[in-house]
């Protein structure tokens, strides 16, 4: 029933941006801490970004500071991901994520979210 769907992905040259979009459904969007993350080939699932449930509490990797900003867009349940800047090392397959719970904690390992998508691929070519 919980649904979380990325796009936006494509090919970009590098400096280039993309904004990347999650549609949720059948999830309490609006109560859930939501995240980014990203793995690349032969690379571990690795935190991006995520932003609680009132938008107060933000975290990012220190990869990703300063290029990268997440958003949430309660009336459309919609998650974004605005990237600036974008680098070759930046090229993976990146993955929506879903936490339900009213929080101000950081969750960065995999293990923390209960629900993915299916993953928008980002190539950034040098």
């Known amino acids: 029933q919980v649904r979380l769907v990325e796009s936006g992905g494509g090919l970009v040259q590098t400096g280039g941006s993309l904004r990347l979009s999650c549609a949720a459904s059948?999830?309490?969007?609006?109560?859930?801490?939501m995240g980014w993350f990203r793995q690349a080939p032969g690379q571990e699932r690795e935190f991006v970004t995520s932003?609680?449930?009132?938008?107060?509490?933000?975290y990012y990797a220190d990869s990703v500071k300063g290029r990268f900003t997440i958003s949430r867009d309660s009336a459309k349940n919609t998650l974004y991901l605005q990237m600036n800047s974008l680098k070759p090392e930046d090229t993976a397959v990146y993955y929506c994520?879903?936490?339900?719970?009213?929080?101000?904690?950081?969750?960065?390992?995999?293990?923390?979210?209960?629900?993915w998508g299916q993953g928008t691929q980002v190539t950034v070519s040098s």
């Open positions: 932003v609680n449930w009132s938008g107060n509490s933000v």
């Open positions: 059948g999830l309490p969007f609006a109560r859930s801490t």
């Open positions: 994520a879903a936490r339900e719970g009213v929080s101000i904690l950081k969750y960065s390992e995999p293990r923390d979210y209960a629900y």
